[in-house]
């Protein structure tokens, strides 16, 4: 399986404070997702990074990949209080299926 | 807009009922899948269908079924035979092909409840 670990599993921060989550995977990958979901709702693509990228930005997201590692990071600066969720770190094996991990559930209080 | 729309948002179902939640998508994409979401888990696969009249078992099948007669539909039964069907449960489009893969879109969601 390629099912990978979020950590932390939960995470509370402070409005304006930096948020950053770590997500491992076991085998090769050709690209690697993050994803947002809000409490009783549907997934949100945030960033997708591939395996010959290294780091990837989008507004206040920054996604790193470490592929001799077999890790990423997942950093929200200055984090606000609508960014409170869950975050899943998502691979995608060789027939485009999604590959979830238990997700770290963010609560960012004002 | 486009998107992915699933129906009804709430479900409630007595034991031993079989109970249908639709899916629909605009988007024009071929691959459609079905995922299962237990408190404080991740998603779990239950069937795909990467073209129209195509189907095939995720990792938890047992207890459901599908089809896909239409691009843009792919129901998702829940039977009796399901154990355990209380969840939520998310329906999810991609486009092809993989290669120029960017990312999924997904519905809202069904809260399936069984009393």
């Known amino acids: 399986s390629q099912q990978g670990e979020e950590d932390p599993q939960a995470l509370s921060i402070q409005e304006g404070e930096n948020a950053t989550m770590n997500c491992s995977y076991k085998t090769s990958i050709n690209n690697l997702q993050w994803y947002r979901q809000n409490s009783g709702r549907g997934l949100v693509h945030l960033i997708l990074i591939r395996s010959n990228e290294r780091e990837k930005h989008s507004g206040r997201l920054r996604v790193t990949l470490d592929t001799s590692k077999k890790s990423s990071s997942l950093l929200i600066t200055a984090s606000r209080a609508a960014d409170t969720a869950s975050y899943f770190c998502v691979q995608t094996d060789s027939w485009g299926k999604l590959q979830f991990g238990a997700g770290t559930q963010v609560v960012v209080t004002p | 807009d486009g998107g992915i729309t699933q129906s009804p948002k709430y479900l409630f179902r007595k034991e031993g009922q079989n109970v249908t939640l639709s899916c629909e998508q605009n988007?024009?994409?071929?691959?459609m899948y079905w995922y299962r979401q237990d408190p404080g888990q991740g998603l779990r696969l239950i069937y795909y269908?990467?073209?129209?009249?195509?189907?095939q078992k995720g990792d938890i099948a047992e207890g459901y079924s599908v089809s896909r007669e239409k691009k843009e539909s792919f129901p998702l039964t829940v039977t009796s035979a399901q154990k355990n069907p209380t969840a939520f449960y998310l329906c999810?489009?991609?486009?092809?092909?993989?290669?120029?893969?960017?990312?999924?879109?997904f519905g809202s969601g069904t809260r399936l409840t069984v009393v």
């Open positions: 269908s990467q073209i129209v009249n195509d189907f």
């Open positions: 988007l024009n994409h071929d691959a």
């Open positions: 999810a489009s991609s486009s092809k092909p993989q290669g120029a893969f960017d990312g999924y879109t």
